[in-house]
Structure formats: structure tokens, C-alpha cells
């Protein structure tokens, strides 16, 4: 495996275990994006968010929800029951690394 692609399964591996603290709350995709930055350094940081959430959500692991407050559109992310399972252990995904 390349490093780029193992860069992002770890990052993937971040993002799913920031959503995991949270769970079973929702987390708005601005606080996500603070808390996993330092993981997106030196990349192009907001294209490849939006990739590893894209991936997230198209394996199920993760849920998007689109709102709006005061006129103000707000996303919010929140794992699925496969993505708390992926989170704790009990599953696998080869696209993303859970590093403990």
C-alpha cells in the first residue's frame, strides 16, 4: 500500500474515533474539522475532509445532516451503529485504520 492511501485510512481512523467521543451525540462539522486538523497538515486539508467523510458515509459507518439556524447552514456528522462497531474494535474496514 502506498503512503498516501495509508495516510488517509489513518485519517479516517481519526475522524471515526472523534465521532466516537461524541456518539451517540452529533458533532457540527466545524468543531469536527478543529478537532482533527492537525491530521490534514501539509494536505490540501479541506478537499481530503470532505473525501474521507464522503467515504465514511458512502460505507455507512457515518450519518450527514444538513441544517439550518438562523439562516445559517449547518452540517452535522454523527456515526452509525457499523461506524461505533468499526470505532470499538468488533468490525474492520481495509480503508480505515483505527490506531489505539
Given at each position: 500500500?502506498?503512503v498516501a492511501a495509508e495516510e488517509s485510512r ?88 483505527i490506531s489505539r
Amino acid at each position: 500500500m502506498n503512503v498516501a492511501a495509508e495516510e488517509s485510512r489513518l485519517r479516517r481512523g481519526v475522524v471515526l474515533l472523534a465521532l466516537h467521543a461524541q456518539y451517540p451525540l452529533t458533532l457540527a462539522e466545524r468543531a469536527l474539522e478543529l478537532q482533527v486538523r492537525a491530521f490534514y497538515v501539509g494536505t490540501s486539508a479541506d478537499r481530503n475532509l470532505a473525501r474521507d467523510l464522503a467515504y465514511l458515509e458512502e460505507s455507512g459507518r457515518i450519518l450527514r445532516n444538513e441544517d439550518e439556524i438562523d439562516g445559517v447552514p449547518i452540517r452535522t456528522w454523527k456515526l452509525t451503529p457499523a461506524g461505533v462497531r468499526l470505532a470499538e474494535g468488533t468490525e474492520t474496514d481495509p480503508g480505515v485504520e483505527i490506531s489505539r
